[in-house]
């Protein structure tokens, strides 16, 4: 079978890097291999509304630096369990994917390029199983997907979060304080870990080192019996106390449904005021990470991922996810891709790196 | 009376700028006029307890670009009202000023440059009142004191504000939801009008205008109806609804001592996503807006500051605080300098501005 | 007459906060005034050649932050001398007024907004003259107009600059040299000083305050005396020595048409360096200046400058220019407005404040 | 033997990440290994000089994010081939590595850690032949060192040279303009490369890929019939036509040495705007892409290197050097380090991701 058009979708939440992998798709499949390649809006929702347009040169124009992603995504979405409102107003969640095959027929689509995280990939590889060719380009923001070494969005987050220690630094220097930034990484401390030893963080809280709030104390303790004015403090949203989980609830006076922001970088900033008695403020970076400009690396990371998955397409390799191995651009099965999680490894090379230089995990 | 030596302090929160006007000070006083500097350490408490060191061209070496202040600062010290700990354990309030005359006197110092805000200034004024000569340099992040245009440190948090304020627009693009970024603004909203007005703000709340949540709402919808995909609503902390306050309490369990993060971002967001039904993310920058490398403005604002300051030192005009008018750096008396805040005037130019490019502001 | 519909143009080389007029000008049209709004090409080009188009709310969305200028400008084409190519292939220089008038009739143009520096201006003063409704939108990155006190462009170009003379310093302080920075400035050196000032630049030369090279090298040797490791000499593309005219010629093997890069940062950087016998490094940051994304600054004074130009066209106040003066937007007569250069004025209360800080300017 | 105290240098041209390999040597000798550690001033000089003082904690606390080296370094300075002003004045070249060891035996220095490229770790290699215990750290910032897949400061010089990129592209756009950016790599075009690729530029010359500049303005006019605005040209500074080679001689009046300032970008531009007839821009981004603050990645690199070097120290593996071989630090012989160049492969996946992406490389 010639493929002579794609769609392609991203799906789950944004993340820079995003349009680089669209353009380059768009870009490689009209001029090298005359496929034409059509735009699918928000994700799996898009395919089974139908809700799509060819894509042309001048619709990638200009892209490349831009966060987010020209085609929109949802995270939720899912052709299999696609949630719809009956005619008495409730949720049911049905079996759309005869829908999805069928809008695929509709537009001509001879195959797909999904773009996103273990969700997305997890749907694709059920589309593939259908019978749709279908080729996955790993989004994770967090770099928790153990099929690729790095994926795009991971460094331009680190960007965000190490220049937030590094603003932090300044101002806790002025006012001997303990500052905490808290960070993304809910399975996987690589934003954290990473962001801490390029900005130079005296602790490091991430989920797979469980962390004694007494020895975070202490480390702060040490550092002001040293002279050291202020501590830093940069936490993962998933780091744990070794004895036990944290749960934040929130009562806000004057509206009923506050958004939830932050977690576990209050609870340690709370307790270091308390326990060490000095003045603990805390930053939440949340959605700042996912914003703005990417950096070079993704860029062109993303650009080799989209370079290479039409490159499969067209050798008509099928039910893969491209993937970097080291330097090189490489290629593994849809189904491996998506089934293990890529994890800090508390005795690695990088944990040490970081216990060399000084930091405290909280754990010792 | 020749002065000979002065004092430098820098009192309250750090804010970008602050090493530039410790740099001018200091290669003023001692090319130009053969002054010696004392730096003070963290405000009046090193004033208080004589902590204090002669600062060299060296010292302020390298630091224009440097956060924050090389000398320390402290948020409370008073020598007026000093606080010690007695005997018993417990805290007392105390007037230390005579110590502080008589580190004075010890160290040399013939005359104080005291580097502040409201309080910082008015410490300064009552120093001068038992006889001190002294010259004040405003300092307030907010840019909410009416003796001068503007002052240093603000450009800088507007440029945070506004970085934040294109960040979150690439991610909610992607994702059809409101994005509400807090920022700083306790009872002037400069920071929130001008990052909104700069980043393209759909909505702006400031202390100034009391809003309506139901007018937010409405703003929201009407843009889902226009076709927009998102909306970015910019909230100064200090932000207030017409009908009354809110009130943020937090229980957090596995943890007695939380420490207070954002408030009305939050409630705010809460609101849209009940009333719109549209997701709703918040992002509370707080003291990321204080840290980092203060922009050219902020260190050109900041010497021109500092040689002012010691221009009028050496024409002996005490009792003045430098300020900038129009373009043109002048000085008023510093009795006068700390009496009125500068607000947002709602009837302003720029708050039509913000209106004429499209900016709701929750009142209509 | 009521105004219906009006044209919009941008003229000269291109400034970072030109899209924020623009965007400002068609919001401002659209929802205030009604008044529609029309997109000239490529500055009075598009207005001689007719190529024009509507300009919408969506047109200009998006666009805020983005440097450059979405209409295009063209630095040369002037509808009372422009240039046409004849039947024989040569350039001819006709008065094309009469086919920009019909232009405007045609497209139904009641006024005109031309956003440009002192060429672009004074035609629109010779358009009004034939009667059509002008207001002028001031843009010099250089800073250089008398008529405003700032203008948008400058604060993005200045951080640039700074920015380079940062860069700079980390590998100047490396290596023992002296590093020279040639930033934009022709007739008046405001970047030059405000980045000097910003940076910290040791010498700051610019065209108001002509240098003597010895005593340029005399004050890098002064700071080798003083045991400092290098000398950052940021310099005005305008600057000139007290004793006559630089003139760079080159001959470049290999092509017959090099194109011209930088000129009196070279000759300093040769002198410095046989002269004082320390290796000299220069860097032209040239359309560097012009590029990226405008600061918060600029893209809030190009907001209030549209709003105001569709203010004064809605109040039949023409032939006028908005200008910022102090802190207020006001207008003055076009006329008036292009006639003054605004320089560096060497006793100037800048000039000396760089000074006591310790800047030398070449002259003493 | 046990090592108790070891040299550190900084050789060659400074690069963003030094510092980090600095305060990485020198908290994990102390803390880790209770090792001395002295830094040596200004590379080799400082060493056969004598020039050197011991580091503690406090020397490298705050410097992990300032580019340059706080040691000071040198381009030249090489004991084996040691520059001398004889009595006569006149420069004669000695042998002084018996100084050199001199100095190690009085400093008490049991072994060094040299931080260079070629040259510099060439020198380490002979003064391990001497029986000095030696640990390199490579630096290129070119990345064009065939011994590690990567190192630091390419990064930050990448995104220095990508922010260029970016800036030209809305200059470029406003005004019908072919724009050539001139980056760094004399033997290596990986800069220009991965740049051109992540700023989405049109034309990308490189050393490896000599090019046909008939065919670099083919591209530039097939762009302008498909109605492109614009080319954006990216140029290694060692970028080399097919037909042989460019020499660029200056001279200019007013002054008897100017100092160099780029070369075949400036060639290339006058070419496009000879034989194109569009106007024609060039910036050589020079030293800007060595200095300022390190990226993340560099930070993290660089003090990954520099606890590798001490682990390696501690175990007595001496004369190897440091590594990134995928993601993992290792470490290869000295000799073998030094003696191949990396360089882009013209049948490379990278090369074929640029031309799929639409890049022209003037071959074809």
Same mark, same amino acid.
């Given at each position: 079978?010639?493929?002579?058009?794609?769609?392609?979708?991203?799906?789950?939440?944004?993340?820079?890097?995003?349009?680089?992998? %669209?353009?380059?798709?768009?870009?490689?499949?009209?001029?090298?291999?005359? %496929?034409?390649?059509?735009?699918?809006?928000?994700?799996?929702?898009?395919?089974?509304?139908? !809700?799509?347009?060819?894509?042309?040169?001048?619709?990638?124009?200009?892209?490349?630096?831009?966060?987010?992603?020209?085609?929109?995504?949802?995270?939720?979405?899912?052709?299999? +369990?696609?949630?719809?409102?009956?005619?008495? #107003?409730?949720?049911?969640?049905?079996?759309?994917? #005869?829908?999805?095959?069928? +809008?695929?027929?509709?537009?001509?689509?001879?195959?797909?390029?999904?773009?996103?995280? $273990?969700?997305?990939?997890?749907?694709?590889?059920?589309?593939?199983?259908?019978?749709?060719?279908?080729?996955?380009?790993?989004?994770?923001? $967090?770099?928790?997907?153990?099929?690729?070494?790095?994926?795009?969005?991971?460094?331009?987050?680190?960007?965000?979060?190490?220049? #937030?220690?590094?603003?932090? @630094?300044?101002? &806790?220097?002025? @006012?001997?304080?303990?500052? %905490?930034?808290?960070?993304?990484?809910?399975?996987? #401390?690589?934003?954290?870990?990473?962001?801490? %030893? &390029?900005?130079?963080?005296?602790?490091?809280?991430?989920?797979?080192?469980?962390?004694?709030?007494?020895?975070?104390?202490?480390? !702060?303790?040490?550092?002001? @019996?040293?002279?050291?004015?202020?501590?830093?403090? !940069?936490? &993962?949203?998933?780091?744990?106390?070794?004895?036990?989980?944290?749960?934040?609830?929130?009562?806000?006076?004057?509206?009923?449904?506050?958004?939830?922001?932050?977690?576990?970088?209050?609870?340690?900033?709370?307790?270091?005021?308390?326990?060490?008695?000095?003045?603990?403020?805390?930053?939440?970076?949340? @959605?700042? +990470?996912?914003?703005?400009?990417?950096?070079?690396?993704?860029?062109?990371?993303?650009?080799?991922?989209? !370079?290479?998955?039409?490159?499969?397409?067209?050798?008509?390799?099928?039910?893969?996810?491209?993937?970097?191995?080291?330097?090189?651009?490489?290629?593994?099965?849809?189904?491996?891709?998506?089934?293990?999680?890529?994890?800090?490894?508390? +005795?690695?090379?990088?944990?040490?790196?970081?216990?060399?230089?000084?930091?405290?995990?909280?754990?010792?």
């Amino acid at each position: 079978m010639k493929i002579k058009r794609i769609g392609i979708l991203t799906g789950g939440g944004d993340c820079p890097g995003l349009n680089a992998v %669209i353009r380059a798709v768009v870009k490689t499949a009209l001029r090298r291999f005359k %496929i034409e390649v059509v735009g699918i809006a928000d994700g799996y929702a898009g395919l089974v509304e139908g !809700v799509m347009r060819p894509l042309q040169d001048s619709d990638v124009s200009g892209i490349l630096h831009r966060g987010g992603t020209i085609l929109g995504t949802s995270n939720r979405a899912n052709p299999f +369990q696609y949630a719809v409102i009956g005619e008495d #107003g409730k949720m049911m969640i049905q079996d759309r994917s #005869g829908e999805a095959l069928e +809008q695929m027929r509709k537009f001509g689509l001879d195959a797909l390029v999904a773009i996103g995280g $273990d969700g997305t990939l997890s749907i694709a590889k059920k589309m593939a199983d259908l019978g749709v060719p279908v080729i996955g380009v790993p989004k994770t923001i $967090d770099n928790d997907l153990d099929a690729t070494d790095v994926t795009f969005g991971f460094d331009s987050a680190l960007a965000v979060a190490t220049e #937030g220690v590094d603003r932090l @630094h300044s101002t &806790a220097e002025s @006012h001997h304080r303990a500052m %905490i930034l808290e960070v993304m990484g809910r399975y996987a #401390g690589w934003i954290a870990l990473r962001a801490g %030893i &390029a900005g130079g963080g005296d602790v490091i809280l991430i989920p797979e080192i469980p962390y004694e709030i007494e020895k975070v104390c202490n480390e !702060v303790k040490r550092r002001i @019996h040293l002279g050291k004015r202020f501590s830093i403090v !940069v936490v &993962a949203e998933g780091a744990k106390p070794k004895d036990g989980e944290i749960t934040v609830q929130r009562t806000v006076e004057g509206s009923t449904d506050p958004i939830r922001l932050g977690g576990v970088g209050q609870v340690v900033a709370g307790r270091i005021e308390k326990e060490v008695g000095i003045e603990s403020r805390v930053v939440v970076l949340g @959605h700042l +990470q996912r914003g703005g400009t990417p950096t070079p690396f993704d860029r062109w990371l993303g650009t080799r991922f989209g !370079v290479a998955a039409v490159e499969l397409l067209a050798e008509e390799r099928f039910t893969r996810m491209v993937c970097l191995r080291g330097q090189n651009i490489e290629s593994v099965e849809l189904e491996k891709a998506v089934s293990k999680l890529r994890r800090v490894e508390p +005795q690695s090379e990088e944990v040490r790196t970081a216990r060399s230089v000084g930091t405290c995990f909280g754990d010792e």
